[in-house]
């Protein structure tokens, strides 16, 4: 998981800032499944128009949600 700014800097997930999140989403979803849970990530407080980025660790292309 990352976070894309509208210059296109990558922010990785920050583990103390990830720690802090109400539960951090963890396990396997079956196909059609649903699994929540909140990721941190520290950032220049001037960046703006992130894209948040899933991709699988095997297989698999990445997914990206625009953030408002």
């Given amino acids: 998981m990352s976070l894309l700014d509208a210059d296109g800097t990558k922010y990785e997930i920050d583990i103390l800032?990830?720690?802090l999140a109400e539960q951090t989403p963890d396990g396997t979803?079956?196909?059609?499944?649903?699994?929540?849970?909140?990721?941190?990530?520290q950032v220049p407080t001037e960046a703006s128009g992130f894209t948040f980025v899933f991709a699988p660790l095997l297989g698999g292309?990445?997914?990206?949600?625009?953030?408002?």
């Fill in 29 to 41: 979803i079956a196909a059609g499944g649903k699994l929540e849970g909140g990721a941190g990530f």
């Fill in 61 to 68: 292309d990445p997914v990206g949600v625009a953030l408002e």
């Fill in 17 to 19: 800032a990830a720690t």
